[in-house]
């Protein structure tokens, strides 16, 4: 199946911004673990499908002497992060696509943010080991991610409550229209899938500390 997904975010990096924040329900509680479980002494970060750098920002805030590494294959999303992030010497870029494109190693932490589900389900085990096998004994790999409903009639009810929530929000309908276009290219899958999946990569501890209706942040720690 084709995946669209570069072309998708490229179309609509333009208000990708703007649009977050009234589209994830508990937005500021989702970003929140995001950051808190990355390590308290982490020096090197690699982010994978960094877009616009909204969690890049939080992270740097956060992190003011990490060494952050940037990796997204959209240019016009880049290109934002850039703009937000500024000339900032301790943090890199790389325009490329993380399924294919060699990680850097000896990392403190693997993060991402809204982007893994947009892999097939052997691209999502595939980017577990990869990171795993990027760690530094005891690094962290944090996904803060869109998640799939463990039923058909839980994913239907998940659907129709983030319509309600998100309207409740101010969310105006072209904004709901530009997320539903780009969950055209969504591959979510459920949390328990993706907890056995980085059990089997290798990770300890790997456990869902967050999660309102599909929405969930996942870590795991390489021993």
């Not at 975010?9 to 333009?14: I, L, M």
């Not at 997204?72 to 294919?100: E, H, K, V």
Request: a negative charge; one cysteine or more; charged letters at 20%.
């Amino acid at each position: 199946m084709a995946n669209l997904t570069q072309q998708v975010f490229n179309a609509t990096a333009s208000t990708y911004d703007a649009d977050r924040s009234r589209l994830i329900p508990g937005c500021d509680r989702f970003y929140g673990w995001a950051i808190d479980l990355i390590p308290v002494n982490a020096k090197n970060i690699l982010e994978l499908g960094a877009g616009s750098g909204l969690y890049t920002q939080l992270i740097r805030d956060r992190f003011p002497k990490a060494n952050i590494h940037l990796m997204d294959f959209s240019g016009s999303m880049l290109a934002l992060a850039q703009n937000r992030l500024g000339n900032d010497p301790l943090i890199t870029y790389s325009q490329a696509d993380y399924l294919t494109e060699p990680f850097p190693h000896q990392l403190c932490a693997v993060v991402s943010s809204l982007s893994i589900h947009h892999l097939e389900d052997d691209g999502k085990r595939a980017i577990f080991r990869k990171a795993y096998s990027a760690l530094l004994p005891n690094g962290v790999f944090i996904n803060a991610e869109q998640v799939a409903g463990p039923t058909p009639e839980l994913e239907t009810r998940y659907k129709d409550l983030w319509l309600e929530q998100v309207r409740a929000a101010g969310a105006t309908e072209q904004q709901i229209i530009d997320s539903l276009y780009r969950q055209q290219e969504d591959r979510c899958a459920t949390v328990e899938n993706q907890l056995l999946w980085m059990r089997e990569a290798g990770f300890a501890d790997a456990d869902c500390w967050y999660k309102e209706n599909r929405f969930a942040v996942f870590s795991g720690t390489r021993p």
